[in-house]
């Protein structure tokens, strides 16, 4: 059994900075790409970031020079730190990755349960 499990998420006003943070747990060979994406109501879910193994970073335009996204491999967790956010960031926030479990030695892409991200004054 794989699981991703997210935190950080929470309420904060528009201009501060928040850190969400995803880990991997359970019988893992390894991980491949690992990313964020974000769900806001009446919304389709869109990317916000995603990292390879090799630390090859890709951003949405909406979030690029504000967000960084980053993985701690020793870890099997990426974190996504977030500053001058905004109303419009407001939305769940998704951990994805592609995971090789020992069990199979096949790659099947996960997603966490999601963690709410609201930008309000």
């Known amino acids: 059994q794989v699981q991703l499990v997210e935190s950080g998420g929470g309420l904060v006003q528009p201009g501060g900075s928040l850190r969400l943070s995803c880990a991997a747990s359970?019988?893992?060979?390894?991980?491949?790409?690992m990313g964020w994406y974000r769900q806001a109501p009446g919304k389709q879910r869109e990317l916000v970031a995603t990292?390879?193994?090799?630390?090859?970073?890709n951003y949405a335009d909406s979030v690029k020079g504000r967000f960084t996204i980053s993985r701690d491999s020793a870890k099997n967790t990426v974190y996504l730190q977030m500053n001058s956010l905004k109303p419009e960031d407001t939305a769940v926030y998704y951990c994805n990755a592609d995971i090789i479990r020992r069990s199979t030695w096949a790659s099947r892409n996960y997603w966490g349960q999601g963690t709410q991200v609201t930008v309000s004054s």
């Open positions: 359970g019988s893992i060979a390894s991980i491949g790409a």
């Open positions: 990292i390879t193994s090799g630390g090859t970073t």
